[in-house]
Structure formats: C-alpha cells, structure tokens
C-alpha cells in the first residue's frame, strides 16, 4: 500500500466519510437557534474553497433573513409545486402531497448561490468547448458547503421547486448571474439514518456495482480487486 505523509490521518478520513455518509437534504427537523456568525463564515469559506474551471470562482451568496423576501420565494415553491404535483396519479400523488419540500420559513437562514456567466472574461481557460463548466464550479461549491455544514451539525435542504426567472426578480439578480441553488440552513433536531426521500419510500439507493463500467458504457469490469471490493462495500 502506497502512503505519503500528505494523506490525512486515520480519524480525519472517517470524518470526511462519515460527513459524506451522513449529509442529509434537510426539510422538516429546523430548530429556531441562529447560526453563529463565525459558523457562517467557515461555511462560506468552505463554498469559496471549491475547485473551478480556469479558476474563474463564477459564484456568489446571497444571505437571506429577510421574512418578507423569504415569503415571495415561498409563493414561489407553493406555485411550483402544485404544478409538480400534478405529474403524479394515485398513490404516487398522495405520497408526493405529504412530502415536506421545503424549509424555507422554518429555517434561520436562506442562501441562494448565484453563478455569474460572465466572471473571468469571455475566455475563461478550459472552459472554450464545454460552457457550462461555470455552472458545474457552483455546483462544487454547494456541495463543499453541504459537507462543511453537516461536520458543524448544521442541516442542508436545496429548494429546487423554483422558477429561476421569478426567483432572480425577487433577489433583484443581473441579467448574467444566474440562481443555482436556494437552501435553508439550520440547526436541526437530528440527522435522520436515511435520506427521507428514502426512508418513505420515493425512492431507494442504487446498488454502486451496476454504476461502474468498465472501459466503456454497458460493459462489465473485469473480474478482479476492483469487482470484489465493490461487492463487499454493499454486504
């Protein structure tokens, strides 16, 4: 086995893991307590230490206490949402009725992580063929945040039942920045075991070994370390 002293120790990587493992998208355990400033801080600078393409750093946090603005966007979702909801027929329908979506009122704070299209020029390196990378940066910082957060038992919910163009009025956002991700963030009551999409039965985790191809779509890995540590992973 190959080690370096840049690794971390033993106990640094089961946090990692563990914060990985148990991040959950959070919409119904929010406890009033407000997030300390500091704690904030750390956040966002966990968000503004994500990888991004040509080092553009495309996003920007938008803080939200605001009740009244909080309020606009919740019209926002509740219109949204009876929209969604008519996908669904039957049991489907019932269940997703008695989904909580959202937390956006019963969270202490809102952040809405915007991805300005135009930061860095019109010729961002490596970003020549595939545009979206800005977008694909953004969505590495929401992610650094969701883990950050979840290590300071902080709770995560994205609200992605939104209209962006109405969304981007209501945070009186430019024409060229663009609303990835609204969350709500709190201190939460507890972290549930499973995700709860999950746990009531939308949806359940798909086993790892029939994601991983080999050397090409559809086609099996070789018999080997690799097969065999995957299956163990699910046992």
Request: charged share 25%.
């Amino acid at each position: 086995m190959n080690t370096s002293d840049k690794g971390f120790s033993e106990a640094e990587r089961n946090g990692l893991y563990r914060a990985i493992r148990e991040r959950r998208d959070v919409r119904s355990q929010f406890l009033s307590d407000p997030i300390p400033p500091e704690v904030l801080v750390r956040l966002l600078q966990a968000a503004h230490h994500a990888p991004s393409v040509g080092f553009m750093q495309p996003w920007d946090f938008i803080v939200i206490d605001s009740l009244e603005v909080r309020q606009a966007v919740r019209v926002i979702f509740e219109q949204e949402n009876q929209k969604a909801a008519e996908n669904y027929a039957g049991e489907r329908a019932d269940l997703y009725r008695h989904l909580k979506l959202e937390g956006i009122l019963e969270s202490p704070t809102n952040l809405c992580i915007t991805c300005d299209r135009r930061r860095g020029g019109p010729h961002v390196l490596g970003r020549n063929t595939i545009l979206e990378t800005d977008l694909f940066s953004v969505c590495l910082a929401v992610q650094n945040l969701w883990l950050a957060a979840r290590a300071e038992g902080i709770g995560v919910g994205w609200v992605s039942i939104l209209d962006q163009e109405r969304l981007a009025e209501t945070l009186e956002l430019p024409d060229e920045v663009y609303p990835v991700a609204y969350l709500c963030l709190g201190y939460v009551s507890e972290f549930l075991p499973r995700p709860e999409l999950e746990a009531k039965g939308w949806r359940s985790r798909l086993p790892i070994h029939e994601l991983v191809h080999g050397n090409g779509w559809g086609q099996p890995l070789e018999d080997g370390p690799l097969k065999i540590a995957l299956h163990e992973q699910e046992m």
